[in-house]
């Protein structure tokens, strides 16, 4: 094994690149964490250099004062400025009420 102040060359090389990772999550279901109170939870189709996405079967996820509010939509272009973190195979934000978002009215 060759070795370059302390690194194992041969794990180094197998090292993946970022847009190489969102390529092989192309087809697969993404967790994306954006600024703000959004999440988005979708199937990859396709993205760019700048990481602008095009998710199919999307849920998204926004926190408000009431909760957590859930919204779907068949597809969206989704500008990469805005993304914080990109969860490969992700799930989604564990809304706590098995279903995600609703909630009723309710008074007091």
Do not use: Y
């Not at 600024?35 to 250099?49: H, Q």
């Not at 934000?93 to 007091?108: E, F, V």
């Amino acid at each position: 094994m060759s070795t370059e102040a302390g690194v194992d060359l041969s794990t180094a090389a197998a090292q993946i690149q970022p847009l190489e990772l969102l390529d092989k999550s192309i087809g697969g279901r993404l967790h994306v964490i954006m600024k703000g109170d959004r999440e988005l939870v979708g199937t990859l189709r396709g993205f760019d250099t700048f990481v602008n996405m095009v998710l199919e079967d999307v849920d998204e996820f926004e926190s408000t004062a009431d909760g957590m509010r859930r919204t779907k939509h068949d597809r969206i272009l989704l500008n990469g400025n805005n993304v914080c973190l990109l969860v490969p195979d992700g799930t989604g934000p564990d809304t706590g009420d098995g279903g995600g978002g609703g909630g009723g009215g309710g008074g007091g």
